[in-house]
Antibody
Framework: QVQLVQSGAEVKKPGASVKVSCKAS????????ISWVRQAPGQGLEWMGW????????NYAQKLQGRVTMTTDTSTSTAYMELRSLRSDDTAVYYC????????????WGQGTLVTVSS | EIVLTQSPGTLSLSPGERATLSCRAS???????LAWYQQKPGQAPRLLIY???SRATGIPDRFSGSGSGTDFTLTISRLEPEDFAVYYC?????????FGPGTKVDIK
């Protein structure tokens, strides 16, 4: 069965960076893209960007351009999302999701990783 | 970008009742690339509907989606206790893909 297992919760200071991992299993990793979606406390869902696990192509949300980097390691079927220059409004649960279809929607979700940014 | 508006913000119903949730787009959603997700407290969202009306794998047939253009609807024909949750619509036909603010279905 398809599973996306994310790394654990993080607490960071403003200005720091965070890197969240997402290990995929149960399917051929390079056949699907991975997106990242975040959810601030009590708020809705925000798409952050996408990476092709096949060739590493990326597409980032404009508001995060320059602060976010998404990568994959095909040898371990793991996707990574790094967010730099953290601010308090980056406090959120970060989800990795599998992209399905063309254009893609999200058919499987990781369990989420809480990133708290606080001084 | 396409802005999605969901109504009502909260829907208070009893088990067994019918729920009708609305999602309206600021411009036409190409080829009905509209999905619905369910989220329960402390859990990740779960895909219910894609392509405006196709149920995802394992989703009960009491969930149905309809609509096209700028107006879409998610209907839950008879609410089960496990259906009380927040529901989000998402358009994925235009970049960036965007989500609505959600409709909370709670127990009356």
């Amino acid at each position: 069965q398809v599973q996306l297992v994310q790394s654990g919760a993080e607490v960071k200071k403003p200005g720091a960076s965070v890197k969240v991992s997402c290990k995929a299993s149960g399917y051929t990793f390079t056949s699907y893209g991975i997106s990242w979606v975040r959810q601030a406390p009590g708020q809705g869902l925000e798409w952050m960007g996408w990476i092709s696990a096949y060739n590493g192509n990326t597409n980032y949300a404009q508001k995060l351009q320059g602060r976010v980097t998404m990568t994959t390691d095909t040898s371990t079927s793991t996707a990574y999302m790094e967010l730099r220059s953290l601010r308090s409004d980056d406090t959120a649960v970060y989800y990795c999701v599998r992209d399905y279809g063309d254009p893609y929607y999200f058919d499987y979700w990781g369990q989420g990783t809480l990133v708290t940014v606080s001084s | 970008e396409i802005v999605l508006t969901q109504s009502p913000g909260t829907l208070s119903l009893s088990p067994g009742e019918r729920a009708t949730l609305s999602c309206r787009a600021s411009q036409s959603v190409s080829s009905s690339y509209l999905a619905w997700y369910q989220q329960k407290p402390g859990q990740a969202p779960r895909l219910l509907i894609y392509g405006a009306s196709s149920r995802a794998t394992g989703i009960p047939d009491r969930f149905s989606g309809s609509g096209s253009g700028t107006d879409f609807t998610l209907t839950i024909s008879r609410l089960e206790p496990e259906d009380f949750a927040v529901y989000y619509c998402q358009q994925y036909g235009s970049s960036p893909q965007t989500f609505g603010p959600g409709t909370k279905v709670d127990i009356k």
